[in-house]
């Protein structure tokens, strides 16, 4: 992902509206690129920022900050692990049933 493209998937992060891929591919660009994670930052905060000075409660954006990219630190973890369970049973439902036809043909 090139940082122009990381730019314009900036308010889909914010608002949680980036699918699997594209979350995983973002936040590798944003852990590798220093300046497009302060614009990421600087985005969330002035969009946070309005919304929460509109509620009118007290807020931590840095901390938020930190929590989002934590979470979705974590869902990228989930889907991987989901995905390998899904790889491994494939595996042994093809195994099982090698083992079923060599048996049958006996």
């Known amino acids: 992902m090139d940082c122009k493209e990381f730019e314009k ?15 995983r591919r973002f936040m590798e660009h944003a852990l590798s690129c220093g300046e497009c994670k302060e614009e990421l930052t600087i985005q969330f905060l002035v ?3 309005m919304a929460r000075l509109e509620e009118g409660g007290a807020f931590d954006l840095q901390k938020e900050m930190a929590l989002r990219m934590q979470e ?7 889907h991987n692990a989901v995905r390998y369970v899904g790889i491994m049973s494939l595996i ?7 083992v ?3 048996v ?3």
């Not at 998937?9 to 979350?23: H, S």
């Not at 979705?72 to 989930?78: D, E, S």
């Not at 042994?92 to 090698?98: D, E, I, K, N, Y």
């Open 9 to 23: 998937l900036i308010p889909a992060f914010i608002k949680r509206k980036l699918g699997y891929r594209q979350l």
């Open 47 to 49: 969009s946070e920022g």
């Open 100 to 102: 079923i036809l060599f």
């Open 72 to 78: 979705a630190g974590n869902k990228i973890r989930v």
């Open 92 to 98: 042994l439902v093809v195994l099982a049933l090698a």
């Open 104 to 106: 049958l043909s006996l």
